[in-house]
C-alpha cells in the first residue's frame, strides 16, 4: 500500500472525507501526541499514516533505544552480524563486522542515531523473557567500534543528553576512541562503568567536551594498573587531584557520583545552588574543616563512607560540622567501635530539620560484631524525631533486642514507612521476642509498607489459633489489585508447628503478593554469618517448608480461580 503524502492527502483520496485539522500542521502538537504512545509497534503504525506524523513518530520510536543493538541490525547492507556463544549464564551475543558501511548503510545508521536522546547500556542489551529461562546479553565486538569511529561525520548522535557507558573489560580499549567521539555539549548525564584502561586521559577529556553536564555518575572502584605497574599512593592522589579538578570545571552539576575530592572541589560544590545529590566517599583531611554558612544550600541526598580504619563516629564529627537538611542519608563505615552507632543517632537528630528526613540508612561493613547493647529501644528512640520516614534501612554488626511492644512504637513514630530493614546482611543473632502477633499488628498499623526485613519468634504456638480460619493462600484476594510485598524474616527461629505458622502468615498477608517463587521467607542471606551457621542449619529447613506450603496453596487457588 502506498504511503499518502500528506495527512490532508490521505483524507482527499475519497470524496466527502473530512479535511485533516489544521492542528495536525503544528510541530508541537503532533509531537506532544506522539509522545504518549506507548507501544513500539504503535508508534511504527502511527510512523506510516502521514508525513505530519511520520518524524514524531519515528523520534518517540528512536529517543530510547536499550542499546547501540537496535540502532545496528536491519541496515540494508547487512554489515552487521550477531554470533551467539552458549554460557552458564545464558546466551551471549556478540555483534560483529560482516564488512564497512556503505553508504546506505551510514544514511540508514545516522538517520536512526540522529534521533536518540537516551542511550542506555551502550554496548551491552541485556533481554529478560518471562518465557525463556536464560537471559541473553550482546556485546559489540572491536571491529564494530573501529568501523563506527569512520562515520562520514563527527556528531553521530546531535540530540544525546543521557548517556550510560559500560563495556566488558577485554573490550575497553578498542570502544574508548568511540566513546570519545559520542561525547558532545549537548549531554547533561553520562554515567560511565570502571574499566581497564588509562582513566586519567579519558578523564581530561571530559573538562571540555561536557561544559553542561548535571548528572555524572563515575563508578570506579579502583585505579586500575598496567601490566607490571604498581599503584602508589602519589599515583592515587594525582589521579584524585585531577578529578576534583575536572569536578570544579563544572557549573551545573546536580547529581554527582565519583571518588574521593580534594577541599577545592568540595567548596566548589557546596557554593552551587542547583547541587542535590551526591554520592562520595568521606576523606579523613576535611571532616572537621568548617565550610563557610550556607554551603551546599539544595543538597538533600548524600551518600558517603568512611574511610578505611575509621567507624561511623566519623559521621557523627562531619554532621556537626556540617549542618544541612537531609532528605535521604546513607551511611557507611567498614570498623566497628563500641558507641559509635549510638553516638551518630544522638548527632543525627541534633537538628531543626528532622521533618525533612525521608529515606535514611547506616549499614557497619565489617564482619566481626560490637560488643554493647546493640539494637535496642533506648539506642532508636531518638530516631523518633523523624516523624516523616519513609525508608529506614539499619544492618549494624550488633545484636538487636526488641520485642512486640518496641516494633508497635516504631510503627506509631513513623507511620508512612514503606520500606524497613534491621540487619538484613548480619541477623540479628538473638532470639528474636517479636512474635507472629507482633508482626500482624506491625503490618496492620504500616498501610505503606511493602518491605520489612526483621527476625521474629515463629517457635512458640500462637493461642487461639484455629487452622479453619484461615486460607493458606497469601496474595489470593477477591480482586487483582494485591500490592507487592518483600518480606525476609532473616535469622527467624521456627519449631515444628509449620502449619500453623504458614496458615498465620497467610492471614496476614491476605491482601498481598509475598513473591514466594523467587526467595523463602528466611534465612535467605547472601552470605550466611559465620556465627549463625549452626542455627541456619536447624531453623532454615523448616522455613523453606513453610514458603513451599504457601506457594503451593496460592498457586492451586489461582488455578481454581482460572478453571472457575
Known sequence: MNRPSNCQDRNNEEPGNAQAHPALFISEITYHLASFVASKSDLVSLALTCHALSE???????????????LLLHLPGKPV??????QDKGVKKTVS???????????????RARRVTWLAQATSHRIDSEYEPEVTYHDISPNVFRELCSAPTDIIFPRLKQLQWGVPPEYAEHALPFLRMILKPTITDLEIYPFPIAESDFLMSLEQSLPNLNVFRYREQEIFAAPGEDITTAKFEAFNALRSRIIRSWK????LWCGYLDLDALNHLAGLKGFKVARIPLAPSIVSLPFPPGSFPSLQALTTFAPEGQSLRIFADFLRVVKIPFVNLHLGAGFIEATAFEDLIRVLVDSEHTDKMEALRIEELTFHRADGDGVTMPVMEPLFAFANLRELFIDVLRVVRLDDGDILRMAEAWPN???????MRSGWKQESSITLRGLRSLVERL???????????ASAEVEGLDLGAFELAPGYAANDDCMLFRLDLLDSKIGDNHNEVAAYIADIFRGYDLQLEDVPLAWTFGFVPRDLLAECMLYKPGWNHVSNLLYAATEEAWGKDILD
Open 447 to 457: 498501610p505503606h509498607l511493602f518491605e520489612l526485613r526483621i527476625a521474629i519468634d
Open 56 to 70: 514524531p513518530a519515528l523520534d518517540m520510536l528512536w529517543t530510547d533505544p536499550p542499546s547501540m543493538l537496535p
Open 417 to 423: 514507612l514503606e520500606r524497613f530493614s534491621i540487619n
Open 97 to 111: 563486522l560482516n564488512h564497512a558501511f556503505t553508504i546506505e548503510d551510514w544514511d540508514a545508521f545516522l538517520k
Open 81 to 86: 552480524e550477531v554470533v551467539e556463544d552458549e
Open 252 to 255: 551545573r552539576v546536580e547529581n
